[in-house]
């Protein structure tokens, strides 16, 4: 396997999205509900070059829907780019000039990498419902097969925000050898009663979608009301009521027509949301979205590697670790974030919290890009 | 008209829904959007007997989805009271032994009152979705009309919560001469940008619900997917996040069995919600859950009623008011009181304003009775 070598610079920030196969009918991968798959497929992207130490790998995780796009654009031409973009440059959170930093679609994942959505080679025909269901700790495990494929052995960090930091943690306590920095994002230890409660309505939605027929769905009929709504409701809970309050208000879409007394989408923030759920459908698959909510709804860090003790699950690693939290955000509130500093404070590890402030809601993990970078650059690369 | 007169004790609490005509062809209803209404009936409950001067009069205002069923029992062997029935009897809030109560179900509901559901008489058949969209305003001025029926002009009280308080809010600006004091409880001047988002999606689903067909389901084939769905979602929000974790946590459905790994009901929180959809639909129509939280949606009480100032708006009243909020309650946050009550203070009216601690979120308004008997009964029966 050759590494792709990317020179970050402001003129030159394309890359191109690669595929690692890290299970093989011979090396099948094992997963925690006692199943195993025989053919995984991770898309990846690398940024910079992996040094002759091998000293200056970081590792991102990416958050419930996006993907191993980072940074970067894909062509010249590209309007969009990474997720993270704009923590990438010369003095910012991560240089490609000087790290050399992976990114994998999760298993699961319908960007690239193995899941519901992809064709299963021993069937022929698209996984579907037929997909086992996975764990935070199973898209660790694909991840962790990746790097090998990569020759990195250690790594400088891991990195991620929401469901990224349910990665990197896990990572970091599974293989404690692997990781000396771990940066944490608007996360948490676990999901609430409430943010399972969300989960369980947004499944609710997809499996009596009459399109989803039992996820053997065509791409001519998806089981799009389930998913758009799913997707609206989700949003809400990504944005702080003050945000929706400035951007939307009660403002309605026409202003000038006043009310319409109609079922038409009369408030401002009523089409927007229409237009986030219309959105998603385009870049997101049904069946991949409850297997992914469904990891969201076990990971629960203390279980896993605690028998029910945070304490005790953190004190398999001696990581450094760095975890920001943002004051709006009610989806993984700064509480679950200073829960999981408090307990490495006590097992005496070295660990920076922050709470940063924010209108944005938990979409300040990717919106906060100036206040990551402050606090990011210096925790990976100051010595 | 005969009054239902009730001797309100343990053993005899019995009352029955009656049906008042407050708009025929003669006397039309005329709406806000301009449309009118040439029948409506209101289904209504009265406890206890209007005194002779007329002085002891209480009008109760139902939230979202209750009815004119607010205490005692429909028959002998009921197993259910009515919704606030706690706060009825002598030396609670309400006692139909010294006051004349009265409770009706809202115009637009689906609880024997005219509304989507109902046959329109022109026509013989359902309403459905050429029900014209209505306001509090005219829910209000439809009450105001059950009221002149009954002979009840100045009311002691007007009372509501949540919705309810929406009501009592408009009556208190629209008939000034006519109300003394007014309860609020869990509600608030307005719908925030968040809450019509969480309305805006529940609609959503209904009417994207392939059953829903315009508003023409049949019985046997309703959208119970989009209604349920909007359900769940909108019970999640009328819990606080520590009702839910006290409550339900992360604890499976069937603990002994562990994870799954399929998609079942697995969590406790699941399988409660999944319940509370389904019961909804056996008590509940769609195309009326449309019509009501799109009153919600509309209702502001300082556009309606002062250009824009809620000060401008509440110099309308005289009356005296007392306002409760619950900690916990993040559909209507004390702030949304809070801001009601400085209004008040601003212009020298008799207010009391308190936030009740408790744990039950949005609900509290129906849960913690005892609390509201406190601070009700001195406020409505003390000189």
């Known amino acids: 396997?050759?590494?792709?070598?990317?020179?970050?610079?402001?003129?030159?920030?394309?890359?191109?999205?690669?595929?690692?196969?890290?299970?093989?009918?011979?090396?099948?991968?094992?997963?925690?509900?006692?199943?195993?798959?025989?053919?995984?497929?991770?898309?990846?992207?690398?940024?910079?070059?992996?040094?002759?130490?091998?000293?200056?790998?970081?590792?991102?995780?990416h958050a419930l829907?996006?993907?191993?796009?980072?940074?970067?654009?894909?062509?010249?031409?590209?309007?969009k780019t990474g997720w993270w973009d704009a923590l990438f440059g010369e003095g910012l959170a991560f240089n490609p000039a000087t790290d050399f930093?992976?990114?994998?679609?999760?298993?699961?994942?319908c960007k690239g990498s193995t899941g519901a959505?992809?064709?299963?080679?021993?069937?022929?025909?698209?996984?579907g419902m037929n997909f086992p269901l996975i764990t935070v700790g199973d898209m660790v495990v694909a991840q962790k097969r990746l790097l090998e494929q990569l020759g990195v052995g250690k790594l400088k960090a891991v990195v991620g925000g929401s469901m990224g930091g349910f990665q990197a943690m896990d990572f970091a306590l599974r293989y404690p050898e692997s990781v000396e920095r771990v940066v944490l994002v608007a996360t948490?230890?676990?999901?609430?009663?409430?943010?399972?409660?969300?989960?369980?309505?947004?499944?609710?939605?997809?499996?009596n979608d009459p399109n989803w027929n039992e996820g053997n769905y065509t791409p001519e009929n998806q089981p799009t009301v389930?998913?758009?709504?799913?997707?609206?409701?989700?949003?809400?809970?990504?944005?702080?009521?003050?945000a929706l309050e400035a951007k939307f208000?009660?403002?309605?879409?026409?202003?000038?027509?006043?009310?319409?007394?109609d079922f038409q989408k009369e408030f401002a923030v009523e089409s927007y949301l229409e237009h986030q759920g219309k959105a998603f459908l385009k870049r997101f698959d049904a069946n991949t979205y409850l297997y992914l909510t469904k990891v969201l709804d076990y990971f629960d860090l203390a279980e896993a590697w605690g028998e029910g003790s945070l304490l005790?699950?953190?004190?398999?690693?001696?990581?450094?670790?760095?975890?920001?939290?943002?004051?709006?955000?009610?989806?993984?509130?700064?509480?679950?974030?200073?829960?999981?500093?408090?307990?490495?404070?006590?097992?005496?590890?070295?660990?920076?919290?922050?709470?940063?402030?924010?209108?944005a809601g938990h979409d300040a993990f990717l919106l906060e890009t100036d206040a990551l970078n402050r606090i990011i650059a210096p925790f990976l690369h100051s010595l």
Request: aromatic share 8%.
């Open 226 to 242: 389930g998913l758009s709504t799913a997707r609206m409701m989700a949003h809400i809970t990504y944005l702080s009521e003050e």
């Open 1 to 61: 396997m050759t590494h792709h070598t990317l020179h970050w610079t402001d003129t030159d920030r394309i890359v191109a999205t690669q595929v690692a196969t890290v299970a093989t009918p011979q090396n099948p991968l094992p997963l925690e509900s006692g199943a195993e798959l025989k053919h995984v497929q991770l898309a990846y992207e690398t940024y910079g070059t992996l040094n002759a130490e091998k000293s200056n790998a970081i590792l991102i995780f």
């Open 312 to 359: 005790k699950a953190f004190s398999l690693t001696q990581a450094k670790f760095l975890i920001a939290s943002f004051t709006s955000d009610w989806r993984f509130p700064t509480a679950c974030s200073q829960a999981i500093a408090k307990t490495l404070r006590q097992l005496g590890r070295d660990v920076s919290f922050i709470e940063l402030s924010s209108t």
């Open 188 to 207: 948490s230890s676990k999901l609430s009663s409430q943010a399972i409660a969300f989960n369980a309505v947004a499944r609710y939605a997809i499996l």
């Open 101 to 109: 930093i992976v990114c994998a679609n999760v298993l699961g994942g």
């Open 117 to 127: 959505s992809s064709i299963n080679p021993e069937t022929g025909t698209q996984w």
């Open 65 to 79: 829907t996006a993907d191993a796009h980072v940074a970067g654009k894909h062509h010249e031409h590209d309007p």
């Open 249 to 261: 208000g009660r403002r309605l879409q026409a202003p000038a027509q006043g009310k319409t007394f």
